[in-house]
């Protein structure tokens, strides 16, 4: 028997790689205000987090002088506007090439951090750093489905920019839902996760994701989990929650066993 009928999948961090991109952006969005940006991708990991609000407040932004509203629309405008597939999907062989660098302070490379993952951006175009899949992601998916276990994709980015995020991969095809917010807030996404469980009552399902966030939505649903160190937290932190945790999506594979 299958360990798992049902994978239900978190989308950034997890199957996507964007992690540089992320830092890339929050930290242009800090030099802008004078503020310190993070310094590396251990000091990003460790103050990410979920409500996205807190870890606003966390890197140092004043909600007294900006809305979080106000930044978040910034975010997202940076990391989606490098075109119309979410801000410079490159071919996987590194980062795009940007417009003008922002800011002077220094990121995880010691480069700016407007360019440290490529050369910064230019107005309206957004971060330029090449986003991809996961080595192995694709035919991770693959696998499963023709194991016979249904796979959703549960994500806390809005519907619209998920789907057109997804659209270069090709991947639509593994999965019977894919499962966004209705705004571009990130509070959270247990409430989509129940309602996903109540409709098709899955009868053994595991989360898979990359944060902490993913475990408290795991056992929201009465799901299993199994969180990967590449994504967005750093290994103890997801170690701390006590969940199975992988170094990368192989061992979350791993894991998961049984079925395939």
């Known amino acids: 028997m299958?360990?798992?009928t049902h994978i239900i999948w978190d989308w950034n961090g997890t199957l996507l790689d964007d992690v540089?991109?992320?830092m890339a952006v929050?930290?242009?969005m800090l030099e802008k205000r004078g503020l310190p940006a993070l310094a590396s991708v251990d000091a990003y990991r460790s103050v990410f987090g979920f409500?996205?609000?807190d870890y606003y407040r966390r890197v140092g932004f004043d909600f007294g002088k900006e809305a979080f509203e106000t930044l978040a629309a910034e975010y997202i405008e940076l990391y989606y506007g490098g075109d119309e597939n979410g801000g410079g999907i490159g071919d996987?062989?590194?980062c795009g090439s940007g417009g003008i660098g922002y800011g002077k302070g220094r990121g995880s490379n010691g480069s700016s951090a407007s360019d440290a993952c490529g050369n910064g951006y230019g107005a309206g175009r957004g971060i330029s750093c090449d986003i991809r899949l996961f080595p192995g992601a694709a035919e991770i998916l693959a696998e499963f489905q023709r194991g016979g276990i249904r796979q959703v994709i549960l994500s806390a980015s809005e519907t619209g920019k998920l789907l057109?995020?997804?659209r270069p991969f090709a991947i639509d095809s593994y999965f019977d839902e894919i499962l966004g917010a209705q705004d571009i807030f990130a509070a959270g996404k247990a409430d989509l996760g129940m309602a996903y469980v109540r409709r098709a009552m899955p009868e053994r399902a595991v989360l898979v994701g990359d944060t902490v966030h993913d475990k408290e939505v795991?056992?929201?649903?009465g799901a299993d989990c199994v969180l990967v160190a590449s994504g967005h937290q750093g290994k103890a932190t997801l170690l701390a929650c006590n969940a199975a945790v992988a170094d990368h999506l192989e061992g979350a594979k791993a894991l998961l066993g049984g079925g395939l």
């Open 51 to 53: 409500p996205v609000r």
């Open 164 to 166: 057109t995020q997804m």
């Open 2 to 4: 299958q360990k798992y």
């Open 92 to 94: 996987g062989k590194g």
């Open 218 to 221: 795991a056992d929201a649903l």
């Open 26 to 28: 929050i930290n242009a």
């Open 20 to 22: 540089a991109r992320c």
